[in-house]
């Protein structure tokens, strides 16, 4: 073991004080220190962690790169404390990143969608019923996936319809109000899972058939399986539409059903933009441009304004 496993600590310390998760920056900066360990190396240098961060042989640029950056910022903090630190160059594996183009998803297909996990395989019936209540909510409120089954059971107001988000993306909390339909279906899943379950282990409101939290990895594991059966999905793929793409198709749907109706976007963008937990109002604003049909309405209502027919 050498000194940098203690000073990653220090380091990852500091950083989460400040507010940054780092959870899979600090799993990928263990997983340095272990290989530097591994090659005898007691401090960083460029080449070392060139030949980490492009590993395997056939990974992504963008995941180098990713992995690199995670790097350097260790380089930064560390070169204060081992001056034969060599801080990797940002010249060093150049990637732009590009937003991925949004799958908006249709009604009819997040409804086949929620039908197909009602049909899960489900020995106490609790497993089908939470699945179709997590991908229903996700497409009606536009929460990231992490969201949903961080929420506690007190973080879940079914008398108000208040959905409390604490401490999530950027350390920030927010209340959602959900229409009324919502609140009904999150009372039926909660009845149904208090039936079953009315001492679990955990506190979590969306619980497995274990009486345990759902983890990230299992919820999208499902939404995959249920993609390639209801054909969002070819039978292999490994891409295609993700869970994240209901964040998208709530914030473009709720855009092309205020230019349709003629509200004035400008002054309720920030709404949306809190609604959504964005840290700028600017990522709100970035849909606009990424569905043509919401393009084509924004350039109409320029002209309009243009010629005066809008305020």
Known sequence: MNGLRKDLEKYLSIRRKLGFKLQEAGKLLHNFVLFTEKEGVSYITAELAMRWATQPIDCQPAWSAARLGIVRGFAQFQSVIDPRTEIPAQELLPYRYHRTTPYIYSNDEIKRLVKAAEQLPSPLGL??????????????TGIRISEPIGFNRKDVDLINGILTVCQTKFGKSRLLPVHPSTQKALKRYESLRNRIFPKPRTESFFISEQGTRLTNWTVRRTFVKLSRQIGLRGPHDSYGPRLHDFRHSFAT??????YRKGVNVDRHMPELSTYLGHAHVSDTYWYLSAVPELMHLVTMRFEQTKKGILP
């Open 253 to 258: 749907k709720t855009l092309l059903a205020w």
């Open 127 to 140: 497993r089908a019923a939470t699945y179709s209540a997590v991908f229903g909510l996700l497409a009606v």
